[in-house]
């Protein structure tokens, strides 16, 4: 998919980037296990950007603007 041209095909939402939004691990952690993800793998892993936009959520969506714009500060 890309968004603002930005390709999130390869993007992956982490934990640092629910920080940097001043997400606590302790609610990200309830969220992402109501929406099935394993908190552990997660961690380890992290989650592909495209699964965080299909949830179309208040807070997901603030974090993927977030990872948008850090993508487009890069180039």
């Known amino acids: 998919m890309i ?6 095909s390869n993007l992956r939402m982490t934990m640092q980037d629910l920080a940097e939004c001043n997400l606590c691990a302790r609610g990200s952690k309830r969220f992402l296990e109501k929406k099935g993800v394993c908190f552990r793998h997660f961690l380890k892993e ?3 950007l495209d699964t ?4 179309n959520d208040g807070s997901s969506n ?3 603007e977030h990872i ?3 993508q487009k500060h890069e180039r």
């Open 68 to 70: 948008l714009r850090k």
């Open 46 to 48: 992290g989650l592909p």
């Open 62 to 64: 603030k974090v993927v």
């Open 52 to 55: 965080v936009i299909s949830w």
């Open 3 to 8: 968004i603002d041209g930005v390709d999130t």
